[in-house]
């Protein structure tokens, strides 16, 4: 039994935080979450105050069961878990699971795991707070009525295993909506000319003083030859000074935009590898606890101390004069900053990245520097920046304006430290300096060469991960803790595939399902309805508003429409098949839709005497934006593409899981963005040689349709489509194909068929 127990969510805090404490405390992990609403019904009941129906989850219940083995009646209790709604709601089911509502209990929060932080927290600790459990129950229950009412309407009404949420609908609300901007975007031609001089080049601006729109190569060569017939002449030199500012310290949304930009990172590596940072995943000498603050968080404030160290560490880094004499001091955008704590920030900014490199992993130091760097800039001198403006007439009537800008940065201040990422590729992310020759007003300039250039005006992008959380923030849509989870949930459902250039693109599942509840179920994918909801569980949070009450008006209404659509909408309606033309051969109609394994190409009608042909659409062709000739290739498949080394064919096929190699009885899924209509037979042998390799290197053994590999979660017996586990104690090498047959012959059944006949006549009953 422990005399002093603390849990906090993960085993790797733990094991940092009992570094810093003697042997009368006991550290452990609760791995998250111990209790949740259960996932074969609804979970609360409208009827009762939307009472929920919590249980401990099933891989959760050895977790309590250890937990309530290190707790006697003499153990004093810390609750250590986050201090946000969800580590609130975490220490709140802890209380329930383990039987302590009746018996203090101490609540400590901390944003560093650091020594100095962690003693503080257990000499203040605080009460539970009831409205931020409160807050995160109310998004929690509301997120259960979305998907458990609306994931059934959509496999009813579309295809089995999709699902709704809140948040992550709207998300792909937002990329659908860029897409058909991008899609329906008509390119316009416009021309660009630019001077060439000695020393620099200067752009046509105006023309008549009006803004030039030189809009095709006739206006072009029009003011080609006016220019040519009279001359460059300087009309104006503009210099002043400018200043800029740095920015803020990172939230968790700019550190998701800032390392997706500069690192390459996804949103959701970035998260893991901050996690990271935060909890001491690694070992320094003669040092015991993490490099940064916690890491979910809205807020943009600095602690006192931190504001103190910044101006010691810049004096010593770069000199006094990039230093402050007063803190700049940041105001949160949001106005409701749900988290207490501070930006995200190194605990120490003495430790400059190139102290712990070699103790960090090459994510984690690269992370921490930008962490370290961003923090450092937030509090230098602004940057100092001397910016020139030439100004030159020219044309037969000095109908056209030239203009030529340079810039010198006259002391680089922050700039020195940091400079903010940027999305356009044709943005400078770092002041350079650009320095036009010395001229004087009304002075003659030779001109070298006037180049003629013709563009064409782009689409808008599509989002990546880093502005799509950007706009999720600037929209109010979720919180620092839903933006990685949001994104990752919208692409392993299928919604979202990202592209090459990892850019976000709605697939033709994810285009339907956000037409079937814009139509039906119009609030779930407004942005405005959305925030709103956030802006309700702060003021919950802040104990002005009441959950049920919020629960109440959103609910009914909600599910009576449910039942509505339920049987006024027809799965016809809502699949709306697109028609690409006629077959030549049978001339019946070509058509796309949804089937129940996804996006498919068919040729005739159910109304036929002879049954319809069907394709499976590729993962690479969408739905509204497939041709004819695309969807007609898809008939193509499978294709046999020759023959392997040992002389079985290769087979290249389009299935329910994406395209894939076939060889005898292997399959192997083609690199994503592969299109298995162009796949030819040398990338085909490569892929089956990679596969057979992996497979050789997972298998122990190979007894014909009994097969001994090594899984993601241990070694395994796999027969036919069934897999099952080796008994402990059973060394996985020493099997043979008898041995093998007893472990499955005793093997008890599988879940889901364990009750039988009974299970199905209780459901009825039910």
């Known amino acids: 039994m422990a005399k002093n127990l603390i849990i906090v969510e993960s085993p790797a805090k733990a094991r940092t935080i009992s570094k810093f404490l003697g042997k009368d405390y006991t550290v452990t992990a609760s791995m998250g979450h111990v209790r949740d609403l259960p996932s074969s019904k609804l979970g609360f009941d409208p009827e009762n105050r939307f009472a929920p129906d919590y249980e401990i989850s099933k891989n959760k219940k050895k977790t309590v069961g250890e937990l309530k083995k290190l707790i006697s009646k003499e153990t004093i209790v810390y609750l250590a878990t986050d201090e946000d709604r969800e580590g609130e709601a975490i220490s709140w089911h802890l209380l329930a699971a383990l039987g302590l509502k009746k018996r203090p209990v101490k609540r400590i929060v901390f944003h560093e795991i650091t020594k100095p932080a962690i003693l503080n927290a257990l000499k203040n600790p605080r009460e539970l707070n009831q409205q931020l459990v409160d807050a995160q129950q109310a998004r929690r229950i509301l997120d259960r009525a979305v998907g458990y009412e609306l994931s059934p309407l959509l496999w009813k009404k579309i295809k089995p295993g999709l699902s709704a949420g809140r948040v992550q609908s709207v998300s792909v609300y937002i990329l659908v909506?860029?897409?058909?901007?991008?899609?329906?975007?008509?390119?316009?031609?416009?021309?660009?000319?630019?001077?060439?001089?000695?020393?620099?080049?200067?752009?046509?601006?105006?023309?008549?003083?009006?803004?030039?729109?030189?809009?095709?190569?006739?206006?072009?060569?029009?003011?080609?030859?006016?220019?040519?017939h009279g001359d460059f002449v300087v009309s104006e030199i503009e210099e002043r000074m400018t200043s800029r500012k740095p920015g803020p310290p990172f939230t968790t949304s700019t550190i998701q935009q800032e390392a997706s930009l500069k690192l390459g990172f996804s949103v959701k590596r970035t998260m893991v590898v901050a996690q990271q940072l935060y909890e001491g995943n690694f070992e320094i000498p003669n040092y015991g606890g993490g490099l940064i603050t916690y890491m979910r968080t809205d807020s943009v404030v600095l602690a006192e101390q931190a504001l103190i160290q910044a101006q010691d560490v810049i004096r010593l880094e770069y000199g006094e004069k990039f230093g402050l004499k007063e803190p700049r001091l940041f105001k949160n955008r949001t106005a409701n900053a749900q988290e207490a704590h501070?930006?995200?920030?190194?605990?120490?900014?003495?430790?400059?990245?190139?102290?712990?490199?070699?103790?960090?992993s090459s994510d984690q130091y690269r992370l921490y520097s930008l962490v370290w760097k961003r923090t450092l800039a937030s509090q230098m001198a602004v940057a100092e920046i001397s910016r020139t403006t030439l100004k030159i007439t020219a044309g037969e009537k000095k109908e056209c304006l030239f203009v030529a800008k340079g810039q010198r940065v006259v002391f680089p201040g922050f700039l020195n430290a940091y400079m903010e990422g940027v999305e356009d590729p044709n943005t400078t992310s770092v002041e350079k300096d650009v320095i036009l020759p010395k001229v004087e007003k009304d002075q003659l300039l030779s001109l070298k060469k006037l180049n003629l250039e013709q563009l064409f005006t782009k689409p808008p992008p599509r989002y990546t991960e880093a502005s799509l959380v950007k706009k999720m923030e600037s929209e109010g849509i979720g919180r620092p803790s839903t933006y990685a989870p949001t994104i990752s949930t919208i692409q392993d459902r299928g919604y979202v595939e990202v592209t090459r250039e990892k850019q976000l693109k709605p697939t033709s599942i994810g285009e339907v399902v956000t037409d079937f509840l814009t139509n039906h179920f119009s609030e779930i994918v407004n942005l405005g309805f959305t925030a709103k909801l956030e802006r309700n569980f702060d003021r919950i949070a802040n104990g002005e508003e009441e959950w049920v009450e919020m629960m109440s008006v959103f609910y009914q209404p909600f599910h009576e429409r449910v039942i509505e659509k339920d049987g006024s909408v027809s799965r016809s309606e809502v699949l709306k098949r697109r028609e690409l033309g006629t077959d030549p051969e049978s001339g019946k109609p070509v058509s796309v839709s949804i089937g129940r394994y996804g996006p498919m190409v068919q040729i005739g009608t159910r109304e036929d005497e002879e049954k319809p042909r069907f394709a499976s659409l590729p993962d690479n062709l969408n739905l509204n934006e497939v041709s004819f000739e695309e969807a007609m290739e898809c008939f193509a498949l499978p294709r046999m593409l020759g023959k392997y080394e040992n002389g079985e064919e290769i087979i290249v096929n389009n299935g329910r899981f994406g395209p894939y190699v076939k060889l005898g009885k292997f399959f192997f899924s083609l690199p994503k963005g592969e299109d298995p209509l162009k796949i030819e037979l040398d990338q085909a042998i490569e892929i089956v040689r990679e596969g057979l390799e992996k497979?050789?290197?997972?298998?122990?053994?190979?007894?014909?349709?009994?097969?001994?590999?090594?899984?993601?979660?241990?070694?395994?017996?796999?027969?036919?489509?069934?897999?099952?586990?080796?008994?402990?104690?059973?060394?996985?090498?020493?099997?043979?194909?008898?041995?093998?047959?007893?472990?499955?012959?005793?093997?008890?059944?599988?879940?889901?068929?364990?009750g039988g006949k009974n299970k199905s006549a209780k459901k009825k009953t039910a």
């Open 342 to 360: 501070e930006a995200i920030r190194p605990v120490n900014l003495s430790f400059k990245p190139s102290t712990v490199k070699a103790y960090l």
């Open 177 to 228: 909506e860029r897409e058909r901007e991008i899609r329906k975007f008509i390119p316009e031609e416009y021309w660009k000319i630019r001077a060439e001089f000695s020393h620099f080049t200067a752009e046509l601006k105006k023309l008549d003083g009006k803004p030039a729109k030189v809009v095709n190569e006739t206006a072009a060569i029009e003011i080609e030859s006016s220019v040519k």
């Open 695 to 754: 497979k050789a290197r997972s298998t122990i053994h190979d007894f014909g349709d009994i097969l001994v590999l090594e899984g993601r979660y241990g070694p395994y017996i796999k027969f036919g489509k069934k897999n099952y586990k080796i008994p402990k104690g059973i060394e996985p090498e020493s099997l043979d194909e008898v041995a093998c047959q007893k472990i499955i012959a005793e093997a008890p059944p599988s879940r889901s068929n364990r």
